[in-house]
């Protein structure tokens, strides 16, 4: 491949997706013929990670090229949380901008708005958004389809507000406003049960986290997000064209995490309900994208990149059939554990490459994550990164590209309450941390063991056979490898 090719980027990263969710990775039950083909066309690996079985520090670390722990605030935030990258650190879309790239983000954010310097004012400009951090253009919502504001946020401002409805926001346990639709005062506004949580505001007839008051014409409409979405990431790429530049686009699409509301065009378009709905509705997305780079004629000038931020879950708190309409389907196909797990389930995600001229084509074995996207940019754009940049992000192109089947020689993951795991070849070593083996609202198996655990994943990739015991010297040299990743001072 021409190693001097300076590409259009764009990631397209789900949310909640599982490793076993698309076609072309296993599943019979939900079709996907957009990523299906982009896998036939391009590489689809099998040993990607994100660096978190959640949210908020998985897109930190994708952002920046740090693992999370290097930020004490990377954790699932509330939607009225301040920004959690400074506006001094180094993110990827500063580096596609150093290089001459027009940089966007569309979709969702979850990474805190505002400088924390006071509560955010939702009516006024907002001090710190995506704007601040490296993208020309954003359009975005705040946290998540089931957090409020439920609204967009372009550049600085929510879109379509009147001076005469003011927003405001409140995530106190106690609902602050009177005169607001709750979830225990008003079930009769709902269209969807919640299964736990999820019991503050009704916005759109939806118990969501927090409670919001006002804002009527910005709230959005949950099945418009899709093409709201879509629609902003065409229109970023036009307008690149337009301006003759090459572009980056980050496009954070909100599904198949809860609320799941497909369009009306997807609704029953599988026989999973709504879980199944939206992920045949998200393949559809990427497949619009596709189109529309064949429009322009740009597809051979464009690389795209599919991952999600976490591993799946069914129930994650809302009755919506998921887990009772699951049938055979396996979310997180041959893996064990789910979001929020220290086990592979939760970190271990889809990963496709599409790419004219990569080096091989099919599958890679390769063992990257995704914090190393940024340095692997870095690499194709011919930038030098400083010593203080992406810390954690080593350079992958040759992998991304299919060269390499080997990738990286080790990784780090976390679970959602920050414990470790380290992954080397073929092994996995849960670090021993305290919690419960299972949690119970989302039923899924966390992996959580005071005792150490170490699978083999080229025998057992479903984990199930702790190895442990008959090889402590691997446990003691993998359990200070961790250690020593975490104990250097690049911590901000
Ligand atoms: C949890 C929410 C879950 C989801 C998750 C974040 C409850 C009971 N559960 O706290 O529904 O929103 O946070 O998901 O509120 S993530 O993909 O953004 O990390
Ligand atoms: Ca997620």
């Not at 118990?207 to 990431?233: C, H, N, P, Q, S």
């Not at 699951?326 to 490459?353: C, E, M, Q, W």
């Not at 780090?412 to 309450?417: I, L, P, Q, R, T």
Request: hydrophobic letters at 35%; charged letters at 25%.
């Amino acid at each position: 491949m021409d190693k001097s090719k300076r590409y259009n980027v764009i990631i397209v990263y789900a949310d909640d997706l599982g490793f076993g969710d698309l076609g072309c990775y296993g599943s019979h039950q939900i079709d996907t013929p957009n990523l299906d083909r982009l896998c036939r066309e391009g590489l689809k690996f099998t040993d990607a990670y994100a660096t978190s079985a959640v949210c908020t520090p998985s897109r930190y670390s994708i952002l920046t090229g740090r693992y999370p722990f290097r930020n004490s605030r990377a954790h699932i935030l509330p939607g009225d949380a301040g920004c959690i990258i400074e506006r001094e650190l180094d993110t990827m879309p500063g580096l596609f901008g150093r290089a001459g790239y027009r940089t966007g983000i569309v979709g969702k954010w979850h990474l805190g708005l505002g400088d924390g310097s006071g509560p955010i004012d939702w009516n006024q400009e907002i001090n710190l958004t995506p704007v601040d951090l490296g993208f020309d253009e954003s359009f975005i919502f705040p946290a998540t389809a089931d957090r409020v504001p439920c609204v967009y946020v372009e550049g600085r401002k929510v879109v379509n507000l009147e001076a005469e409805d003011p927003i405001a926001v409140s995530y106190e346990a106690e609902c602050p406003f009177d005169d607001i639709p709750t979830y225990h005062k008003n079930p009769e506004l709902l269209k969807m049960r919640s299964s736990h949580g999820h019991d503050m505001s009704i916005v759109e007839g939806i118990g969501r986290i927090g409670y919001m008051r006002g804002g009527k014409k910005a709230v959005w409409k949950d099945e418009e997000l899709a093409e709201t979405f879509l629609d902003r990431a065409i229109r970023f790429i036009d307008d690149s064209r337009k301006q003759n530049q090459p572009f980056f686009l980050y496009y954070a699409l909100h599904q198949p995490h809860v609320p799941r509301v497909p369009s009306s065009r997807f609704r029953g378009a599988t026989a999973l309900g709504p879980r199944g709905d939206v992920i045949a509705e998200l393949d559809w997305c990427v497949g619009e994208l596709r189109k529309e780079l064949e429009r322009l004629d740009i597809l051979e000038d464009t690389m795209i990149i599919f991952s999600s931020d976490n591993g799946p879950v069914l129930d994650d708190g809302y009755e919506d059939g998921a887990y009772e309409r699951n049938g055979t389907h396996r979310a997180a196909g041959p893996l064990r554990g789910g979001k929020y797990s220290k086990f592979d389930g939760g970190t271990r995600i889809p990963f496709i490459v599409s790419c004219p001229g990569l080096t091989h084509k099919g599958t890679s074995r390769a063992l990257v994550s995704q914090v190393d996207l940024f340095a692997s940019f870095a690499h194709m754009l011919g930038e030098q990164l400083a010593p203080d940049s992406a810390v954690d992000s080593q350079d992958m192109y040759a992998a991304l590209t299919g060269e390499d089947p080997v990738g990286r020689k080790e990784l780090m993951v976390e679970d959602v309450s920050c414990g470790k795991m380290l992954r080397r070849g073929n092994w996995t070593y849960l670090s021993p941390s305290e919690g419960a083996p299972f949690m119970g609202n989302v039923r899924i198996e966390t992996g959580l063991s005071m005792d150490p655990q170490l699978y083999n994943m080229d025998y057992d990739i479903g984990q199930q056979t702790n190895v442990a015991w008959d090889y402590e010297e691997v446990v003691k040299e993998m359990e200070e490898r961790l250690k020593e990743i975490q104990r250097s001072d690049r911590t901000r």
